[in-house]
């Protein structure tokens, strides 16, 4: 890649800094010390170089800047990562053109369009998300022996992020005895019992569970080790507050640009998704709970393990059986106790003997069978400047809550006294026998435990819905032929022979709704998804019969889902029909029915970013979703000028016919576009405001002359008023942020320095014909072009103009409607 084709070659060409975008018009500090490279941080997908990185002012603690490394890809500015040549580099709105679903090469599944291929697309982030569940239950030892390691967390901080990235091919058997290998699947390791969420009564039962049911919500009585859940809705409080702490850092960090001299100006990028927007996203998702309405979060296996250290092994592993079956750490009433146990002898290499170790493994073996596993690590915590070292990856699903702990940790310490959890180091012995250890347990144990558990529940009970006699029950369900089965039940409220929904708001495990559900959440994160949208869609008429809101919209959500990514063989019109009926479903119980602020947001911007990808009029269908969920105020200031953001990007991404583009949604791009600049400078992020701004110019510039936002006055003046605020929040932000960086000591003490503004070269008009733009498209290399011809434009510094040239430029710039 050529980073400036129109670029003058008086001088060597520079590579572009990631920065660089962000710091476009607004005044430079004087030129500051730059990061080295060689500081041996690890290549994450999401990660930049610490090289790259952009310096934050004094007035923050500078070892925080690890913190932000998923989002410090500046506003503006394109991934540093080399992009392989793959359908995947590709827009996939772009690629997919056409019809919703039909037409040309479309009757595909997402998965095989290359949409995912990249870590931070959406497809790619709701496949990671939706995965199976290992929850980690450790004796004391065990915690002990990893935290001389330095992971007070336990073994599941130990486990985590290796987990994320299983090593090598996964194979996988679907419904119909095929079998296909994914090279990115990953399992989620949670801690034993975390993230409980209580299940709702029953609209016309008690107003609140009973005393026994309500300590029993999460398996233990008040005051016990793990803590109750949060609430939804403050967890996308959690999610926005996170997500504007980037925001806040790369708006103090580009003041610290290292390299000035080549700085660009770019708007949204259609081919990449934005730093901040994945982040969003990924934050989103890790928050999904164990609920009783889905079982995505529930344990599809436990891991029981001890340490060699421990006296009595045996007796250990029985006792967190123990534990997790029916004493205090009992998970809830409404999650399947038939999960699969693991054991696994944790042995210290450097303090244990590896003869008794092997001994007590092949007595495991005996007693408990072959689901064990023996993980030979050393105790001794491991350093930056040990031989068999390496950086341990941070993982990329934290939740809200604990990512805000470590910013405001970093707040709130010095320096020296803050200790980096991104700069983790671990021996490489131990992460090569971590990474055998989870191969071995999700190939050969996770994995064919959930393929015997779908054929046997699809063979047993989904197969017998299916056919005309389980319809026929169903109708005689909900009916109630030849009986009164409706009864006055405990406290007042009516209950349902027939019904298995209970008073309490929840299936029992064992009833047939609630093992078809296990069913089509074990087919989708096995990417089975015939089988899990055929399975849910029986479940939607089921919930709706029982009025069990919540499960019903979970049901109508992930149909929705599974139907955008499976291959499409319906036609365009009863496709897009179905899918819009499934979504009004689920986001009206999500919303008004059950109140779910999380369900709602979820299920809305999960199903805006597939119909995205499913181009043609898909785009359109996700744009108007988008605004359902714009005019409800679900989503905090952050996240609706990202979802502005975003609608404008659905729009760029439509393709029109023909050289005119007919059918393409440039007017409406730019509009969101400018939506999206007005929001964030309400929330004073100048950065992203100039990226939108920027973004609507570019639009703006691709129609027709006469069509130009020039001839509409009143756009005009708003957009020149935005223009203003831009320019005007930018001088004010870099006079805050400089401090005294705008001073220069000499003989004579401390004097002022003048800051110097990047201006445009030459700005285009808006109101130039096609002709005007053909020709200068011919010769891009001129000193007098009047437009931009490529994505990455050079800048030249020069100083504040004077009140004179500033009158004249301002003649000049109305043309383009912007000021």
Not at 251 to 267: F, I, K, L, N
Not at 484 to 509: C, E, F, I, V
Request: charged share 25%; with cysteine; proline share 6%.
């Amino acid at each position: 890649m050529q980073p400036f084709e129109d670029a003058p070659l008086s001088e060597p060409v520079q590579p572009l800094p990631m920065a660089a975008s962000a710091s476009a018009m607004r005044p430079l500090p004087k030129q500051r010390p730059s990061l080295t490279a060689g500081t041996g941080i690890d290549s994450h997908p999401l990660a930049q170089s610490e090289a790259s990185l952009p310096l934050r002012d004094r007035r923050s603690n500078p070892s925080a800047a690890s913190l932000f490394r998923s989002t410090l890809t500046p506003p503006g500015s394109r991934s540093a990562s080399p992009a392989p040549s793959s359908i995947g580099t590709r827009s996939p709105s772009r690629t997919l053109s056409g019809s919703v679903f039909g037409g040309g090469g479309f009757k595909q599944s997402l998965l095989d369009t290359g949409a995912g291929d990249n870590p931070g697309d959406p497809l790619n982030l709701i496949l990671k998300s939706f995965v199976p569940h290992i929850a980690i239950h450790g004796s004391k030892d065990v915690d002990d022996l990893v935290s001389e390691k330095g992971f007070t967390g336990g073994l599941w901080e130990l486990l985590r992020p290796f987990g994320e990235r299983i090593q090598g091919k996964v194979t996988i058997r679907d419904s119909n005895g095929g079998s296909r290998s994914w090279e990115d699947f990953s399992v989620r390791f949670t801690r034993f019992g975390d993230g409980v969420e209580a299940p709702d009564p029953m609209a016309g039962a008690m107003k609140s569970p009973p005393t026994t049911v309500s300590a029993a919500v999460n398996g233990q009585p008040t005051g016990a080790k793990f803590p109750l859940s949060m609430t939804r809705a403050s967890l996308i409080a959690q999610v926005e507050t996170v997500v504007d702490r980037h925001l806040g850092y790369a708006e103090d960090a580009c003041m610290g640009v290292s390299s000035p001299t080549t700085p660009t100006r770019q708007g949204l990028d259609t081919d990449a998704t934005s730093p901040y927007y994945a982040l969003y996203l990924r934050r989103l998702l890790s928050g999904i709970p164990l609920a009783c309405h889905e079982s995505f979060a529930h344990p599809v296996a436990s891991v029981m393990a001890i340490s060699s250290r421990n006296p009595s092994p045996i007796e250990a592993l029985r006792k967190l059986y123990d534990e997790t079956s029916q004493g205090d750490r009992q998970l809830p009433v409404w999650v399947d106790g038939g999960y699969l146990r693991y054991y696994v002898l944790v042995h210290d290499e450097e303090r244990s003997d590896i003869t008794k170790s092997m001994a007590l493994f092949d007595q495991m073996k005996r007693h408990f069978g072959l689901h064990c596993h023996m993980l030979r690590i050393r105790s001794s915590q491991s350093a930056e400047t040990d031989d068999d070292s390496i950086p341990l990856p941070r993982s990329d699903w934290l939740s809200p809550a604990e990512e805000l702990a470590d910013i405001e940790r970093s707040d709130h310490q010095d320096e020296e006294d803050f200790e980096d959890p991104t700069r983790r180091h671990i021996f490489e012995s131990d992460a090569t026998a971590i990474r055998t250890f989870i191969r071995e347990m999700v190939t050969q144990s996770v994995i064919p435990t959930m393929e015997r558990n779908i054929s046997l529940w699809n063979d047993q009970v989904a197969s017998r819905r299916r056919g005309i006699s389980g319809r026929f029950m169903s109708l005689s369900k909900r009916w109630a032929f030849g009986s009164s089965s409706r009864t006055s039940g405990a406290g007042g409220a009516s209950s349902d022979s027939s019904n298995n929904y209970g008073a309490l708001g929840y299936y029992k495990p064992d009833t047939a709704e609630a093992i078809m559900r296990r069913l089509a959440d074990f087919a989708f994160m096995l990417r089975d998804w015939k089988l899990a949208m055929s399975t849910y869609d029986l479940l939607r008429t089921d919930f709706q019969n029982d009025k069990a809101w919540k499960y019903h919209a979970a049901a109508n959500e992930m149909a929705a889902l599974a139907l955008l990514i499976m291959p499409q063989n319906m036609s365009s019109k009863t496709r897009i029909e179905t899918i819009n009926q499934m979504l009004e479903q689920a986001y009206y119980s999500y919303h008004t029915r059950c109140n779910s602020q999380y369900g709602a947001v979820r299920c809305i911007v999960l199903a805006l970013e597939l119909l995205r990808l499913r181009g043609g009029s898909g785009v359109d269908e996700a744009v108007r979703w988008g605004i359902r969920l714009l005019e409800t105020r679900l989503m905090g200031p952050v996240g609706d000028a990202l979802l502005k953001e975003r609608m404008a990007i659905c729009y760029a991404s439509k393709q029109g016919a023909g050289s005119q583009a007919w059918g393409s949604r440039r007017r409406k791009s730019a509009l969101w576009s400018v939506l999206g600049a007005e929001a964030w400078i309400s929330q004073s992020k100048f950065i992203q405001a100039q990226r939108c701004l920027n973004e609507a110019r570019k639009m703006y510039s691709l129609l027709p002359g006469e069509c130009g936002v020039q001839n509409f006055a009143v756009a005009s003046d708003f957009l020149a008023h935005l223009n203003e605020q831009l320019k005007e929040g930018l001088r004010i932000d870099t006079q805050r942020g400089e401090g005294d960086d705008n001073y220069d000591n000499n003989a004579d003490g401390l004097q002022p320095v003048e800051p110097e503004l990047l201006v445009d070269e030459e700005s285009e008009t808006l109101d130039n014909r096609r002709k005007t733009r053909r020709t200068s498209m011919i010769n891009p290399s001129g000193s007098n072009t009047e437009l931009e011809t490529a994505p990455l434009t050079t800048m030249a510094p020069a100083r504040l103009p004077s009140v004179d040239s500033e009158e004249s430029d301002a003649d000049s710039s109305a043309k383009d409607g912007f000021g």
